[in-house]
């Protein structure tokens, strides 16, 4: 079965770094393209960022372009997201996402505190 398992979460201050991690299994990786979302307190789950299988394309929401990069090892299958110049309102539960025959599969999420 189709499994995403996030980490890397954390408390940073903000200007900060973090690089999360979502490791999948159960499906042909490299086949589908992966995406990150978040949730923030109160808010309704927000896209953060795309790339397609191969990893040649990617796309941003506007908040986190120009910080945010995510990338892929089809390899590892496992998909990145590295977060730099962190802002108080990028704290949120951080998701990894794909879609496979029809449906879409979410991990469980990693924890994202900015805060001084």
């Known amino acids: 079965q189709v499994q995403l398992v996030e980490s890397g979460g954390g408390l940073v201050q903000p200007g900060g770094s973090l690089r999360l991690s979502c490791a999948a299994s159960?499906?042909?990786?490299?086949?589908?393209?992966m995406s990150w979302y978040r949730q923030a307190p109160g808010k309704e789950r927000e896209s953060v960022a795309l790339?397609?299988?191969?990893?040649?394309?990617?796309n941003y929401a506007d908040s986190v372009k120009g910080r945010f990069t995510i990338s892929r090892d089809n390899a590892k299958n496992a998909v990145y997201l590295q977060m730099n110049s962190l802002k108080s309102e990028d704290t949120a539960v951080y998701y990894c996402?794909?879609?496979?025959?029809?449906?879409?599969?979410w991990g469980q999420g990693t924890q994202v505190t900015v805060s001084s």
């Open positions: 996402k794909v879609w496979v025959a029809g449906r879409n599969y």
């Open positions: 159960g499906f042909t990786f490299s086949s589908y393209a």
């Open positions: 790339i397609t299988s191969t990893g040649v394309s990617t």
